[in-house]
T-cell receptor
Framework: DTEVTQTPKHLVMGMTNKKSLKCEQHMGHRAMYWYKQKAKKPPELMFVYSYEKLSINESVPSRFSPECPNSSLLNLHLHALQPEDSALYLC???????????????FGNGTRLTVT | AQKITQTQPGMFVQEKEAVTLDCTYDTSDQSYGLFWYKQPSSGEMIFLIYQGSYDEQNATEGRYSLNFQKARKSANLVISASQLGDSAMYFCAMRPDPNFGNEKLTFGTGTRLTIIP
């Protein structure tokens, strides 16, 4: 079982809806990530939070809004999405950046998002 | 900028045989880490093995080993005694040393491995 929990597992939403993806980890990791993965493609980085502050935004459209309420939680708020935003959204976490020697990212099972 | 290349889109291997998945990379960083992940059809990304750029010995984790050739910038994954459960997508990935402030993990295009009974 993965130690990074993502909810929901599946989400279908219309282009005018507002929804949120949630991610939780209790490994004490201080870096958390959102990745987007289209079918038959590798994951692409969207956002990185380091010590609950946004450290990387890979020029993601503003209809995706990340939030890190505390060190264990990471949300991705969705609004006015397009059908091409349909994908698998993966959350990940890793040990304290800057103190651990390139520790691996631990991924959740992902949320399969369909925008209609 | 970093680039990861996996030249094998798909591989078919007989059960119990060993398999090598190729990965080459390009980076100007001196300190970096190389990772292999397995992604079954369920979607979860499972961490398999890690190799640091300054590690002198090849990494091993159970049936997984990493054939690291720094001068050639290659980091091939070797799976010994393959099992049906090894059928999945395999991604090679690289990240610069996060001590220098970059936490970005970049993935290659992946290799789909199918184990034949």
């Amino acid at each position: 079982d993965t130690e990074v929990t993502q909810t929901p597992k599946h989400l279908v939403m219309g282009m005018t809806n507002k929804k949120s993806l949630k991610c939780e980890q209790h490994m004490g990791h201080r870096a958390m990530y959102w990745y987007k993965q289209k079918a038959k493609k590798p994951p692409e980085l969207m956002f990185v939070y380091s010590y609950e502050k946004l450290s990387i935004n890979e020029s993601v459209p503003s209809r995706f809004s990340p939030e890190c309420p505390n060190s264990s939680l990471l949300n991705l708020h969705l609004h006015a999405l397009q059908p091409e935003d349909s994908a698998l959204y993966l959350c990940a976490s890793s040990q304290d950046p800057g103190t651990a020697n390139n520790s691996p990212l631990h991924f959740g099972n992902g949320t399969r998002l369909t925008v209609t | 900028a970093q680039k990861i290349t996996q030249t094998q889109p798909g591989m078919f291997v007989q059960e119990k045989e060993a398999v090598t998945l190729d990965c080459t990379y390009d980076t100007s960083d001196q300190s970096y880490g190389l990772f292999w992940y397995k992604q079954p059809s369920s979607g979860e990304m499972i961490f398999l093995i890690y190799q640091g750029s300054y590690d002198e010995q090849n990494a091993t984790e159970g049936r997984y080993s990493l054939n690291f050739q720094k001068a050639r910038k290659s980091a091939n994954l070797v799976i010994s005694a393959s099992q049906l459960g090894d059928s999945a997508m395999y991604f090679c990935a690289m990240r610069p040393d996060p001590n220098f402030g970059n936490e970005k993990l970049t993935f290659g295009t992946g290799t789909r491995l199918t184990i034949i009974p």
